[in-house]
């Protein structure tokens, strides 16, 4: 049954990229299509991620630093809710704070992004592909050796001018935050999730609130799409099994048909050279388990010493 909020006010808490500002407008207008008396306003933060512009993230510390700041403002009672890319919030998130709403995944799959090519597999040798994740980095060097891929780094405007200016012959972007910001149409090919399997949660936002908070959990509630919740459980369980983060070349990806869910992840070296899969099928209502299985299936074939390289490499570079 649906519950009508008593509150009269809620804040959203965003980092000001276009991409954020557009998933925090986006929660707006579906809350307010669900409670038309309900003011929604937008905070707009700047994150310790968006400053850092110069230095890989996988060297800087991980993907907690686009989240922070906006939970500080959860934690003082300045905003109510946080609106996170659900790819970018980590696995590990726990009391206070709690990740209390999956929305509808949009497209999940990676993007080719150029002004010459049209495929990735068209690509001479020695022509630069700019990535900074180590999932698509990894994926990219296993099938295409003779590429070189290079950091590409900001928010989804910079990297295209950095492609623009000539910098790469092409990019790699999730299509889903291009479609957001109505880029589509830089979208030279989709890659099928078997060629670069998606990071866990890819697609799909998450809303934060403090765990306590019931009343927003109840606000949220009808905006919850559970088939996209059972998919990224189990996404997240394996990253967490495998005490992922982005510093390690890490994928999961899940499909429901009809009660059946499917989960797929890998993990990888990262020059490339080794790339460790496996997948699973079983009852949506065990989500969590089957991301943890397929997560031991990938610890007990190398796993986790690819993920103790990585990490030693991460910290020490
Ligand atoms: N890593 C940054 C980030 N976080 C979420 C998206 C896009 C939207 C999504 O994947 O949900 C992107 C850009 C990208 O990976 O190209």
Request: with cysteine; glycine share 6%.
């Amino acid at each position: 049954m649906a519950v009508i909020p008593s509150m009269t006010k809620v804040v959203i808490a965003t980092r000001e990229s276009r991409l954020a500002l557009w998933q925090a407008e986006f929660v707006r207008s579906q809350l307010q299509a669900r409670y038309p008396h309900l003011t929604v306003e937008l905070l707009k933060m700047t994150t310790r991620g968006d400053q850092i512009l110069d230095k890989t993230l996988s060297k800087v510390g991980g993907k907690g630093l686009f989240v922070k700041e906006l939970e500080t403002a959860l934690m003082d009672g300045r905003a109510d809710l946080a609106v996170h890319s659900l790819k970018d919030v980590p696995v590990d998130l726990q009391y206070p704070f709690a990740l209390t709403c999956v929305m509808e995944r949009d497209d999940p799959r990676d993007a080719f992004v150029s002004n010459h090519y049209s495929a990735l597999a068209e690509l001479p040798a020695g022509e630069v592909v700019g990535t900074s994740s180590l999932r698509r980095e990894s994926q990219i060097r296993e099938r295409y050796p003779h590429l070189e891929v290079k950091p590409l780094r900001g928010n989804l405007d910079t990297r295209l001018r950095k492609l623009d200016e000539g910098q790469y012959a092409a990019i790699i972007l999730a299509a889903a935050g291009l479609k957001r910001l109505g880029l589509v149409e830089r979208i030279k090919a989709f890659i099928d999730t078997n060629d670069s399997l998606p990071a866990a949660g890819q697609g799909a936002l998450g809303i934060e609130i403090m765990a306590d908070r019931q009343d927003m959990v109840d606000l949220l509630a009808p905006l919850v799409d559970t088939d996209t919740l059972d998919c990224v459980t189990a996404e997240r369980a394996v990253s967490l099994s495998l005490g992922g983060s982005c510093q390690v070349p890490l994928a999961a990806f899940a499909q429901l048909t009809h009660n059946d869910l499917h989960i797929q992840a890998l993990v990888a070296s990262t020059d490339g050279k080794t790339i460790l899969r496996a997948e699973l099928t079983g009852t949506r209502d065990k989500a969590f388990e089957l991301g943890q299985q397929v997560a031991s299936m990938l610890k007990s074939s190398g796993g986790q010493e690819l993920i103790d390289q990585a990490l030693a490499l991460a910290n020490n570079p």
